[in-house]
């Protein structure tokens, strides 16, 4: 018994339900560190979008974590990966709780990502598709709103939790969860390196799986 846990946690549409869920489990979350997966760099922590808002208002505010690091995207985006990056090497993490978005990025990290980058926070661009996404479930009035960038934890540091939880729902992942599974191994599929950790549980629903029946 090591006394103490850490966690990651995403954002984003697909999590509303799973967080409930953690939020209500019972578990003494003093014993717990949380770190934030992603963030985009250039907007406020009181903007609707704002991934640090969401896990305040869904999670943080809820219970009392040993300690919560949350990804400022406000300020120099390097120094700050810079600071995450040494505060997370170390805490091994435990267990990761992430989903897959609809062109299969896991966290940021959009098609083709980095599978070697040893950093474990990064700046990305985010591709069209991503930003469509975002639009799509109702965080942005248009998607010219959607920012061209972000801090997004690296594909190898979450690769490296000793668990992984990826919990996808609803229809329109159904064609990012038949690449994840059917697909080879590779950076134009980011999610398909799952497969390449032996701790992964996938959580699907009838509409995400209905693609590989």
């Given at each position: 018994?090591?006394g103490?846990?850490?966690?990651?946690?995403?954002?984003?549409?697909?999590?509303?339900?799973?967080?409930?869920?953690?939020?209500h489990?019972?578990?003494d979350?003093?014993?717990?560190?949380?770190?934030?997966?992603?963030?985009?760099?250039?907007?406020?922590?009181?903007?609707?979008?704002?991934?640090?808002?969401?896990?305040?208002?869904?999670?943080?505010?809820?219970?009392?974590?040993?300690?919560?690091?949350?990804?400022?995207?406000?300020?120099?985006?390097?120094?700050?990966?810079?600071?995450?990056?040494q505060?997370?090497?170390?805490?091994?993490?435990?267990?990761?709780?992430?989903?897959?978005?609809?062109?299969?990025?896991?966290?940021?990290?959009?098609?083709?990502?980095?599978f070697?980058?040893?950093?474990?926070?990064?700046?990305?661009?985010?591709?069209?598709?991503?930003r469509?996404?975002?639009?799509?479930?109702?965080?942005?009035?248009?998607?010219?709103?959607?920012?061209?960038?972000?801090?997004?934890?690296?594909?190898?540091?979450?690769?490296?939790?000793?668990?992984?939880?990826?919990?996808?729902?609803?229809?329109?992942?159904?064609?990012?969860?038949?690449?994840?599974?059917?697909?080879?191994?590779?950076?134009?599929?980011?999610?398909?390196?799952?497969?390449?950790?032996?701790?992964?549980?996938?959580?699907?629903?009838?509409?995400?799986?209905?693609?590989?029946?």
């Open positions: 018994m090591k103490t846990a850490n966690i990651i946690l995403a954002t984003g549409a697909s999590q509303f339900e799973m967080l409930g869920h953690l939020v489990s019972g578990i979350w003093a014993k717990v560190n949380a770190f934030h997966l992603d963030e985009y760099i250039g907007i406020t922590q009181s903007h609707p979008a704002s991934f640090r808002k969401y896990l305040k208002e869904r999670v943080a505010d809820k219970i009392a974590f040993k300690d919560f690091h949350f990804i400022n995207g406000e300020g120099d985006p390097q120094e700050e990966c810079h600071r995450l990056g505060i997370i090497r170390e805490y091994p993490v435990d267990v990761a709780f992430i989903g897959i978005g609809e062109n299969c990025h896991l966290a940021f990290n959009d098609p083709p990502a980095d070697e980058i040893e950093d474990p926070y990064i700046v990305v661009e985010l591709d069209q598709k991503c469509e996404q975002q639009f799509g479930e109702g965080w942005f009035p248009n998607v010219e709103d959607v920012p061209l960038s972000a801090i997004s934890m690296s594909v190898l540091q979450i690769m490296k939790s000793e668990t992984i939880i990826c919990t996808v729902p609803d229809a329109r992942k159904a064609e990012a969860v038949r690449r994840t599974i059917k697909e080879e191994v590779s950076p134009a599929c980011p999610a398909s390196v799952l497969r390449e950790h032996d701790q992964v549980y996938l959580y699907l629903d009838q509409e995400s799986s209905s693609l590989i029946r």
